[in-house]
């Protein structure tokens, strides 16, 4: 089993919808979760942590289920803007971030 | 600028070269990773150091690959006798300790070296 694994992609929606990633990881140690945001040809960047309790930010929402080891990213009312390749990572104690392949979402108008 | 900084940007080298990689993290950032990152990939990740202890190495690619840090600020990633599969984009990334409790740090992304072995 991989590391940390993603849906695979891409995940083409019009504008206005909601979508969903999953992210399932490997480690039962983990202790931080991240979903970050590739933009083509650039470098990645912190989108969201996720905490035990999910968090939402704006559209976004985060879930983390540690008895099944899985993340989910859901992102609602999608914005052209929101194009991009979505990263899930994970960090363990004593361990370094640790990337998912990434999803990539097209939203179209 | 206080962000990751990376030199070069760009490296075209010829196979069997030596190629050496600088990355300059946040200054208050203890923590320093390098990644390589291929097309349609997520970041692989190659090693890391806290201040200038190398804590992982076990997952560069091969020994031809080495990393130092050796005053806990900058560091180099070296690639010696490159490789046509060398090329790619080399990621480093900083980040602070944990503090106050919380668990989660988030790392900062320079711009990349991208690699092109010929």
């Known amino acids: 089993r991989k590391e940390v694994e993603q849906d695979p992609g891409p995940f083409n929606v019009p504008e206005g919808a909601t979508v969903a990633f999953n992210c399932t990881y490997s480690n039962s140690a983990s202790q931080s979760f991240f979903w970050y945001r590739q933009d083509c040809r650039k470098e990645p960047k912190l989108l969201m942590s996720?905490?035990?309790s999910g968090n939402e930010d704006g559209r976004f929402t985060a879930q983390l289920n540690r008895a099944s080891q899985y993340i989910s990213l859901l992102i609602r009312d999608s914005k052209l803007s929101d194009s991009a390749t979505y990263l899930c990572?994970?960090?363990?104690?004593?361990?370094?971030?640790?990337f998912g392949k990434g999803t990539t979402l097209s939203v179209s108008s | 600028d206080t962000g990751v900084s990376q030199d070069p940007r760009h490296k075209i080298t010829k196979r069997g070269q030596n190629v050496t990689f600088r990355c300059d993290p946040i200054?208050?950032?203890?923590?320093l990773y390098w990644y390589r990152q291929t097309l349609g990939q997520g970041p692989e990740f190659l090693t890391y150091f806290q201040n200038e202890a190398q804590l992982e190495k076990s997952r560069l690619l091969s020994d031809r690959f080495s990393a130092e840090r050796p005053k806990g600020s900058f560091s180099t990633l070296e690639i010696q006798r490159t490789e046509q599969g060398d090329s790619a984009m080399y990621l480093c990334?900083?980040?602070?300790?944990?503090?106050?409790?919380?668990?989660?740090?988030?790392?900062?992304f320079g711009q990349g070296t991208r690699l092109t072995v010929v």
């Open positions: 200054s208050e950032h203890n923590r």
């Open positions: 990572v994970v960090n363990g104690e004593g361990t370094a971030l640790i």
């Open positions: 996720v905490y035990s």
């Open positions: 990334a900083s980040s602070s300790p944990l503090s106050g409790g919380i668990m989660n740090t988030e790392a900062f």
